[in-house]
């Protein structure tokens, strides 16, 4: 982890150290399953993974590699863990696919994009967090996985009722 | 003889302090709305010397940098916007006896919020726009809605967007009546109430800008402007009533039925002392 | 009925940014309601933008998406006053579609 | 104020001995009666409902000890309602903007 990937910014330093404990887990599996990212069929065993490490496996069959390159929004504290504004630009090229995980969720895989050729690779959505958690871009380019992530806190609002 | 006249004068000064002393003391039981805007704006003008007197219908958005962020971001494509075209359809959709609501309301309905609730004096009592839309329902022999459901907060949704920027413009009629239904609703605002022995106040006048637990709190000030409003933890528009009605569960006091006397009456208050703030709603909030 | 899906495509030349809002409750299947039953899960798995009759844009998206979700891209090309074809299809099988004119 | 009305909330002293269904009923009575008294107030406390509730529920089950405690417990947030509306029917101009 080269000293400028964790100058993004003081706040990633932390993450920083997640995105490798990432990368730790996905390389170990039995066969390769086919990678739903590869063609239309909408991914449905991604979509059932408890774990970020087989939600990415499940969609793209490699593991992640943190990288400075993509800029991921995403606010410190959510206003409301129902609507969370979260949006992606990168300058990495011949980007094919553009994912979020929420780690804490229930069903880690969020949301997961196809960008053909000519479009620009830059999403923005609102995304549902359960509680506060680490919210992962994962972007495929050049047939290579990347990913940032950002610590996001969300609890309940009002005085308790 | 000096000593006569110099008693005559300590008299009279005392008879002159006296007076000025009682004057004050009935001046504030005088109800007085326009001395109450005046010192109720330049209070949140004082707390809040960086905003301009608009920002404050935003509420927390204008309190908090990384809030005002994620507002910018939904306003771009607002979750409202169905609520909105819900309220158009069916503010034209005829009742059973051919009329619509734009046959009740001036001008059609449209660009009117700012003017509620106002007192009507055949009435005698203060009406809401929730109410005034329940009352054109059972006028024209339709079933009142619910205060606190969809169709309400579609209604009053694009009621309010019909009126975005108009300055809030409530009037107080010269009839003792109105004078007390606002003192009232003065009166509710700043009462303690439920087991958690919060008033309006306690959060909204002590404490805007500082949160409870994630959310942060909103200015009293313009807290009306925004309504109804589009709230992320409803996932859905909610009115004004429902507003009151869970804002009053949350200090765990037992609400009132929605537009009883002390709702009407607290949105009066809050809805004049904002005078001249534009009308922002729907409004999205946390 | 109006269509679920409301879009704004508008073209500054070289790129066609759009924006599209969605009305779906997007249930996850994990909330549960007033009287304490599971809400089934019930959302939009994937929402497509076709463009010249080619996908520009194509969203797989779980339980995990707000409801009435939104969504904004942008894609090199288009002109004004062409279309973009939008549709989804939820866990249900329900779909809805529209065209939008690139403004 | 405030120390006045968490010493009336606390107020639940505990029976010495085993309560009968007679005590329960009493407390019962007598907690409901406050929180009618707070209704015309217009100064209810939902956590005196969900203590009478509880109260009654402990009843059915035929535990008199917890029923007779929860209703004067229930009976204690009634009054510390009653004490809080006709305190703040004056106190609540401290706070008022002038």
Known sequence: MSK????????????????????????????????????????????KQKSGADAIKSLYGKTAEASDKIKLDAPEIAEN????????????????????????????????????????????????????SKVTVLVEAGGKLYSADKEVKVTVGGCGG | MMKLRAVRFGFSALALAALVFVLPATAADKIDPVADAKAFKKFFYDKFPKLKPEDFVNG???????????????????PYEFAVEAGKEMFTKPFKNGKTYED????????????????????????????????????????????????????TAYMAFTSRGKPFDIKIP??????????????????????????????HVQSPGERVRTEVLAPALGIMNAMPIYRSEWSGMGTTSRRFVTCNSQVRGVPFNPQDDEYRNVEYYLSYVANGLPISGPGARP | MASTIRVRATNNGDITEVQALIQHPMDSGFVK???????????????????????????????????????????????KGDELKVSWVDNKGATDSTTAKIG | MKAKLVLLALLSAGPAFAASEADYKAAYAAA??????????????????????????????????????AAKEAEALAKASIFQATSEKTLWRDMEIR
């Not at chain 3, 599971?38 to 959302?43: G, L």
């Open chain 4, 32 to 69: 409901e009666a406050a929180n009618k008294e707070a209704g015309q107030l217009r100064n209810q406390w939902t956590t005196t409902a969900s203590t009478l509730a509880a109260a009654k529920k402990a009843a059915d089950a035929g535990d008199f000890d917890k029923a007779t405690e």
């Open chain 3, 33 to 79: 309601d007033s009287k304490g039953e599971i809400i089934p899960a019930h959302f939009i798995q994937q929402l497509t933008f076709e463009y010249d009759g080619k996908p520009v844009f194509l969203a797989d998206w779980g339980g995990g998406v707000s409801k009435d979700p939104y969504v904004k891209f942008a894609f090199k090309g288009g002109k």
């Open chain 2, 60 to 78: 927390p958005y204008s309190m908090d940098e990384g809030l005002h962020r994620q507002w910018v971001e939904k306003e771009q494509f607002p």
């Open chain 2, 174 to 203: 010269n009839d003792p009546r109105a004078l007390a239904a606002y003192e009232q609703g003065k009166e509710y605002f700043y009462t303690r109430r439920g087991q958690l022995n919060f008033s309006c106040a306690t959060c």
């Open chain 1, 81 to 132: 863990g129902a609507v969370v504004p979260v949006s992606v630009t990168t300058t990495l090229s011949d980007v094919s696919s553009i994912s979020f995980l929420v780690a804490e969720n229930p069903i880690v895989l969020v949301a997961s994009y196809r960008i053909p050729a000519g479009t620009v690779p830059s999403v923005a959505n609102r995304i549902k967090m359960a509680k506060t």
């Open chain 2, 104 to 155: 009740c309301f001036p001008n059609k309905g449209i660009g009117i919020r700012q003017n509620y609730p106002y007192f009507d004096e055949k009435q005698g009592k203060v009406v809401t726009l929730e109410l005034a839309l329940n009352q054109c329902r059972e006028g024209n022999g339709e079933a009142p809605y619910s205060y606190v459901r969809d169709e309400m907060a579609s209604l």
């Open chain 1, 4 to 47: 400028t990937e964790l100058g993004f910014s003081r706040r990633v330093i932390l993450q920083g150290a997640g995105a490798v404990a990432l990368v730790g887990l996905g390389s170990t599996t039995f066969g390769w399953p086919a990678f739903a990212a590869a063609n239309d069929k909408y991914p449905e065993e991604a979509f």
